[in-house]
């Protein structure tokens, strides 16, 4: 049976059809009320409008189709945004990855209470709290809580002694029946509201159980809740108050500038904006057979694919159907800068996963609408920097060459960069990235050899005249050096060694991440948010810790007696004293810069570098490349 015979032949019903080419691979998937219907008008109607060409393209491929028929069109949404994430058809908007954030789990059913961390919530009768975006504000919460309130961290308190947490006063010992469960429960209380959001019902019982205990003069006491008032209150300060009626809310603005595609999630629970993560997706000219789009790497979390026919509404349905599928938290509230597309729909399947009714709006005014402006405004900056797309990079490098004065576009960049510890162990790396992306098999890095001391101009020298040296490697457009007026001067000195009075150079120096040029007296400031600047530090980031892990791989490979010999300072009658007189390598590293000096006897410059080196000399090496 050809195609077309199999498209007259679809059923006219609710389902999933299935797009393939001849080789089998999966094209795109999509829904559909009636399957004939739909599946027909992709080969009636070829006016696409938006992304026509891409439209036609994928069409050209279509060899064969398949379907799974539903009971209705809302068991046809589930079943395609779950075909989407298993499947990843090259024309679907597929988020990258399928990892649930975190939530706080607190069982009041148990008599001791404990913070548990989960990924899913379980129909189990315990409180879930959450979902935490990022991740990390969920464990800085758990270090806050577990410092200010003394509940058990063990899973389990049967068969138990006290432990080392007791004893540091972070635990009451449940385990060993020192406190009531009337009195646990009223600590495990102060949690809860704290996991609420109502940080400040909890701060001002604690304020008047602290005047409460100045007053019958127990100080100790006093002190102890003014510590918790305190913790409580640095936490929380960071915490913008988006709405006075304490809502959750997950807001999704978006952002389009010609191909590519960015959307900023904002996470509100209980009124307070506790997280954010971010989407981005691009629309790209058709690839070659067989070929899968890159994944956009910048974002917290990325999508991939190709922007669909119903634009900015069809990106957002999309996504929004694959974000909350599992057991991921779902708000009353979806604020949306666009309206996603077939949003009833939409509603009905995430309210019937959340099993409570769920609204998607776009807010024309008022704080919703301000808060949807936010999103969008946080996703525009993230455009504004994104190197994502070929479009983009383009855009970096002419803002690179217009702002530095470059005579050609700098399409390759090398940098370099020097790691060391007071001279220790120095090293270079030579980074190298084509086009705005890393070029990962022409990293170099380079073992310092003529350089005695911390003389980092001297090893930029010494980097530079073995790379120009090497006369099969093609010459970059932009040689980038990690520093200041000094890094600079050791390069041109270098340039000029080899004959190479016009090759283009520039060091970008941290903290006000200025661009030093040879024949600019002022160094260049480049435009905050810019594409360029974020770059060119992209490119001194990517070498500083290439350098870095080097410098690592080689303290690790050393060991603690071959590294004091790499000590300036320490000779071997040294080397022997502090052994003896601290017992064992174990000992000496684990000494104190003081203690180097008083009982090893070592001078303060030479302690400082010891202690360097023999704190890190034990830490795994990581993979490595070739060595110059």
């Given at each position: 049976?050809?195609?077309q015979?199999?498209?007259?032949?679809?059923?006219?019903?609710?389902?999933?059809?299935?797009?393939?080419?001849?080789?089998?691979?999966?094209?795109?998937?999509?829904?559909?009320?009636?399957?004939?219907?739909?599946?027909?008008?992709?080969?009636?109607?070829?006016?696409?409008?938006?992304?026509?060409?891409?439209?036609?393209?994928?069409?050209?491929?279509?060899?064969?189709?398949?379907?799974?028929?539903?009971?209705?069109e809302?068991?046809?949404?589930?079943?395609?945004?779950?075909?989407?994430?298993?499947?990843?058809?090259?024309?679907?908007?597929?988020l990258?990855?399928?990892?649930?954030?975190?939530?706080?789990?607190?069982?009041?059913?148990?008599?001791?209470p404990?913070?548990?961390?989960?990924?899913?919530?379980k129909?189990?009768?315990?409180?879930?709290f959450?979902?935490?975006?990022?991740?990390?504000?969920?464990?800085?919460?758990?270090?806050l809580?577990?410092?200010?309130?003394?509940?058990?961290?063990?899973?389990?308190?049967?068969?138990?002694?006290?432990?080392?947490?007791?004893?540091?006063?972070?635990?009451?010992?449940?385990?060993?029946?020192?406190?009531?469960?009337?009195?646990?429960?009223?600590?495990?209380?102060?949690?809860?509201?704290?996991?609420?959001?109502?940080?400040?019902?909890?701060?001002?019982?604690?304020?008047?159980?602290?005047?409460?205990?100045?007053?019958?003069?127990?100080?100790?006491?006093?002190?102890?809740?003014?510590?918790?008032?305190?913790?409580?209150?640095?936490?929380?300060?960071?915490?913008?108050?988006?709405?006075?009626?304490?809502?959750?809310?997950?807001?999704?603005g978006?952002?389009?500038?010609?191909?590519?595609?960015?959307?900023?999630?904002?996470?509100?629970?209980?009124?307070?904006?506790?997280?954010?993560?971010?989407?981005?997706?691009?629309?790209?000219?058709?690839?070659?057979?067989?070929?899968?789009?890159?994944?956009?790497?910048?974002?917290?979390?990325?999508?991939?694919?190709?922007v669909?026919?119903?634009?900015?509404?069809?990106?957002?349905?999309?996504l929004?159907?694959?974000?909350?599928?599992?057991?991921?938290?779902?708000?009353?509230?979806?604020?949306?800068?666009?309206l996603?597309?077939?949003?009833?729909?939409?509603?009905?399947?995430?309210?019937?996963?959340?099993?409570?009714?769920?609204?998607?709006?776009?807010?024309?005014?008022?704080?919703?609408?301000?808060?949807?402006?936010?999103?969008v405004?946080?996703?525009?900056?993230?455009?504004?920097?994104?190197?994502?797309?070929?479009?983009?990079r383009?855009?970096?490098?002419?803002?690179?060459?217009?702002?530095?004065?470059?005579?050609?576009?700098?399409?390759?960049?090398?940098?370099?960069?020097?790691?060391?510890?007071?001279?220790?162990?120095?090293?270079?790396?030579?980074?190298?990235?084509?086009?705005?992306?890393?070029?990962?098999?022409?990293?170099?890095?380079?073992?310092?050899?003529?350089?005695?001391?911390?003389?980092?101009?001297?090893?930029?020298r010494?980097?530079?005249?073995?790379?120009?040296?090497?006369k099969?490697?093609?010459?970059?457009?932009?040689?980038?050096?990690?520093?200041g007026?000094?890094?600079?001067?050791?390069?041109?000195?270098?340039?000029?060694?080899?004959?190479?009075?016009?090759?283009?150079?520039?060091?970008?120096?941290k903290?006000?991440?200025?661009?030093?040029?040879?024949?600019?007296?002022?160094?260049?400031?480049?435009?905050?948010?810019?594409?360029?600047?974020?770059?060119?530090?992209?490119?001194?980031?990517?070498?500083?810790?290439?350098?870095?892990?080097?410098?690592?791989?080689?303290?690790?490979?050393?060991?603690l007696?071959?590294?004091?010999?790499?000590?300036?300072?320490?000779?071997?009658?040294?080397?022997?004293?502090?052994?003896q007189?601290?017992?064992?390598?174990?000992?000496?590293?684990?000494?104190?810069?003081?203690?180097?000096?008083?009982?090893?006897?070592?001078?303060?410059?030479?302690?400082?570098?010891a202690?360097?080196?023999?704190?890190?000399?034990?830490?795994?090496?990581?993979?490595?490349?070739?060595?110059?």
């Amino acid at each position: 049976m050809d195609l077309q015979e199999k498209i007259r032949s679809l059923p006219d019903a609710p389902g999933v059809y299935l797009f393939k080419d001849a080789r089998g691979d999966l094209l795109y998937i999509g829904k559909a009320l009636s399957l004939r219907k739909r599946v027909q008008s992709y080969f009636t109607d070829r006016d696409f409008g938006y992304d026509a060409e891409r439209l036609g393209a994928m069409l050209g491929q279509i060899a064969d189709v398949e379907f799974l028929l539903t009971a209705n069109e809302l068991e046809a949404l589930i079943l395609e945004s779950n075909l989407i994430k298993q499947r990843r058809p090259r024309y679907n908007i597929v988020l990258r990855d399928d990892k649930h954030y975190p939530f706080i789990r607190l069982n009041l059913k148990d008599p001791f209470p404990a913070l548990q961390v989960s990924r899913r919530i379980k129909n189990d009768g315990a409180l879930y709290f959450g979902p935490y975006v990022p991740a990390g504000t969920m464990w800085d919460l758990l270090a806050l809580l577990n410092r200010t309130f003394p509940l058990r961290t063990c899973r389990n308190i049967a068969g138990r002694t006290l432990c080392l947490e007791y004893h540091l006063g972070r635990c009451l010992g449940p385990c060993e029946g020192l406190v009531t469960q009337a009195e646990y429960a009223e600590i495990v209380q102060k949690v809860r509201l704290v996991l609420e959001g109502k940080d400040q019902e909890v701060i001002q019982q604690l304020e008047r159980q602290m005047h409460e205990a100045a007053e019958r003069l127990q100080y100790e006491r006093a002190a102890k809740l003014r510590n918790q008032i305190a913790s409580l209150r640095h936490a929380t300060e960071n915490q913008r108050v988006i709405s006075a009626r304490g809502e959750d809310q997950d807001v999704f603005g978006l952002v389009q500038e010609g191909n590519e595609l960015h959307i900023q999630l904002l996470v509100v629970r209980g009124g307070r904006l506790i997280g954010q993560d971010s989407f981005a997706f691009e629309a790209g000219t058709q690839p070659t057979s067989g070929h899968r789009p890159a994944p956009l790497r910048h974002a917290v979390r990325g999508g991939v694919g190709w922007v669909p026919p119903e634009g900015a509404g069809g990106v957002l349905g999309s996504l929004l159907a694959q974000y909350y599928l599992g057991a991921r938290h779902i708000p009353k509230t979806i604020l949306t800068s666009h309206l996603p597309a077939e949003v009833d729909l939409l509603a009905s399947m995430l309210s019937a996963r959340a099993r409570h009714p769920v609204e998607i709006r776009v807010p024309e005014r008022g704080p919703k609408a301000r808060l949807v402006e936010m999103a969008v405004g946080n996703a525009r900056a993230l455009l504004a920097q994104s190197l994502t797309s070929t479009a983009a990079r383009e855009r970096a490098l002419a803002e690179v060459q217009q702002a530095l004065g470059l005579p050609r576009l700098p399409r390759r960049i090398e940098c370099t960069d020097i790691s060391n510890i007071s001279g220790v162990l120095a090293v270079g790396s030579l980074v190298t990235f084509v086009d705005g992306q890393p070029r990962r098999q022409e990293y170099k890095r380079f073992r310092i050899r003529t350089v005695l001391g911390a003389d980092d101009y001297a090893m930029v020298r010494e980097v530079l005249g073995r790379r120009f040296g090497k006369k099969d490697w093609p010459l970059p457009d932009l040689l980038l050096i990690d520093g200041g007026r000094g890094q600079l001067n050791a390069g041109i000195l270098a340039a000029k060694e080899a004959g190479l009075t016009d090759l283009p150079l520039a060091s970008l120096a941290k903290e006000e991440e200025l661009v030093f040029r040879p024949d600019a007296p002022e160094p260049i400031r480049l435009p905050d948010g810019s594409r360029g600047k974020h770059l060119l530090q992209q490119v001194r980031d990517e070498t500083h810790r290439f350098a870095l892990m080097y410098h690592r791989s080689l303290r690790g490979k050393s060991g603690l007696r071959s590294v004091l010999d790499e000590v300036p300072g320490i000779g071997a009658r040294r080397k022997r004293l502090l052994l003896q007189r601290f017992g064992s390598l174990k000992r000496l590293r684990a000494a104190s810069v003081e203690e180097l000096r008083t009982v090893g006897g070592l001078p303060q410059r030479v302690a400082e570098a010891a202690h360097h080196l023999l704190s890190s000399a034990g830490e795994k090496p990581q993979p490595q490349m070739n060595t110059d």
